[in-house]
């Protein structure tokens, strides 16, 4: 069983090794330098590595970044409610939604001045539970946000399918007729 699933894990690890191989080229291609593609992956490793930190809130990704915040604030407001329970009368929920308000704000604001409301968006919150006249509170470090542009489209078209099929159809036929031949 152990053998079964670590030859799997290799697997899906090998598979991403020949995603990132094709990423790359296609970088390659589109001219991107060396530095700016050693920047991009330094980047990305950051971005891996707090997503494995304890105090994070990481969604999924949502339609909008407005969808992305909303997740967002139904994450934090289930971590304040969760600090609450643990340190009850200890905690400073009122300081804690002062804070969560502030990076609130911040992000609307930076998300409009982007003009990148309208794209999928996901959002990974970093945090700590710090203590400020005995009690604990929520206060936000940061909050990446990550924002996918479309790549592009691709358009596939029925008449297009059924072309294909009747030329598979053909080869068959074709096939077929060289074996009869012999």
Do not use: C
């Not at 290799?10 to 990423?23: G, M, S, W």
């Not at 707090?50 to 915040?69: H, L, M, P, V």
């Not at 099929?165 to 074996?179: F, G, L, P, R």
């Amino acid at each position: 069983m152990s053998e079964e699933k670590s030859s799997a894990e290799i697997d899906i690890i090998l598979k991403r090794i020949k995603e990132l191989e094709a990423e790359i080229e296609k970088l390659r291609e589109a001219g991107v330098s060396r530095e700016e593609k050693e920047k991009l992956l330094q980047q990305l490793k950051e971005w891996v590595s707090a997503s494995r930190e304890a105090n994070i809130i990481n969604i999924r990704i949502a339609t909008t970044a407005r969808g992305a915040i909303y997740r967002l604030k139904r994450g934090v407001w289930a971590t304040l409610n969760r600090l609450q329970k643990k340190y009850g009368n200890q905690f400073d929920l009122d300081k804690s939604k002062s804070n969560w308000g502030r990076i609130a704000t911040l992000i609307v604001k930076k998300v409009n001045k982007a003009n990148l409301s309208d794209y999928p968006t996901k959002i990974i919150m970093t945090y700590d539970i710090i203590q400020e006249n005995g009690k604990y509170v929520f206060r936000p470090k940061e909050a990446r946000i990550l924002v996918f542009e479309p790549a592009g489209h691709i358009l596939v078209a029925m008449e297009e399918a059924e072309k294909e099929e009747i030329s598979e159809e053909a080869i068959k036929v074709e096939e077929k007729e060289k074996i009869e031949e012999e």
